[in-house]
T-cell receptor
Framework: QQQVKQSPQSLIVQKGGISIINCAYE??????FPWYQQFPGKGPALLIA?????SEKKEGRFTISFNKSAKQFSLHIMDSQPGDSATYFC?????????FGTGTRLQVFP | DADVTQTPRNRITKTGKRIMLECSQT?????MYWYRQDPGLGLRLIYY???????NKGEISDGYSVSRQAQAKFSLSLESAIPNQTALYFC??????????????FGPGTRLLVL
């Protein structure tokens, strides 16, 4: 069963545009929602994370928006750059392990 | 030196062979994980260990086994490899502070091809 659903599977954005990746979860016991970024040939690395007691978290050009009632959260990348081209995974956790989404491959063209 | 290392980085094997993937970490973390990554399926948890004496099955443990030889070492074995185990395998570590906000640190991955 897919406890964390992620879309789109791939995304092409022009430099300077906004990239938006969406995730939805089912288990209301999840209490931590991180996003991981993976460059080709590398392991994933934590990018940004949010707890369900806040609706938004911003770190530089990266913002997580969280809608607890809809059980949805999204990653927004403002002013997308070619260096942001990577695969992005959302995840959800409840204290012991992470459940990852299926990933979104983002390509940012100059 | 990398905090989480995996060996080998690439491996080609034949159906029915037993192989072992190794993971070592210098972060001093208690928790270690094995994932496999497949296109369109994301990262799926195979096994995890919260300390040397603790081993737990993940989402897709069938056909795999693990050994936690020390706090720093966690090995994944494929007892009899089959082609649908062809995938990218990642080891990860984390340190848990009881806040529910743990960060997992991933190794560089092992690309496995089973012929």
């Amino acid at each position: 069963q897919q406890q964390v659903k992620q879309s789109p599977q791939s995304l092409i954005v022009q430099k300077g545009g906004i990239s938006i990746i969406n995730c939805a979860y089912e288990n209301t016991a999840f209490d931590y929602f991180p996003w991981y970024q993976q460059f080709p040939g590398k392991g994933p690395a934590l990018l940004i994370a949010i707890r369900p007691d806040v609706s938004e978290k911003k770190e530089g050009r990266f913002t997580i928006s969280f809608n607890k009632s809809a059980k949805q959260f999204s990653l927004h990348i403002m002013d997308s750059q070619p260096g942001d081209s990577a695969t992005y995974f959302c995840a959800a956790s409840r204290s012991d392990k992470l459940i990852f989404g299926t990933g979104t491959r983002l390509q940012v063209f100059p | 030196d990398a905090d989480v290392t995996q060996t080998p980085r690439n491996r080609i094997t034949k159906t029915g062979k037993r192989i072992m993937l190794e993971c070592s970490q210098t972060k001093g973390h208690d928790r270690m994980y094995w994932y496999r990554q497949d296109p369109g399926l994301g990262l799926r948890l195979i096994y995890y260990s919260f300390d040397v004496k603790d081993i737990n099955k993940g989402e897709i443990s069938d056909g795999y086994s693990v050994s936690r030889q020390a706090q720093a070492k966690f090995s994944l074995s494929l007892e009899s490899a089959i082609p649908n185990q062809t995938a990218l395998y990642f080891c990860a570590t984390s340190d848990y502070y009881g806040t529910g906000q743990e960060t997992q640190y991933f190794g560089p991955g092992t690309r496995l091809l089973v012929l």
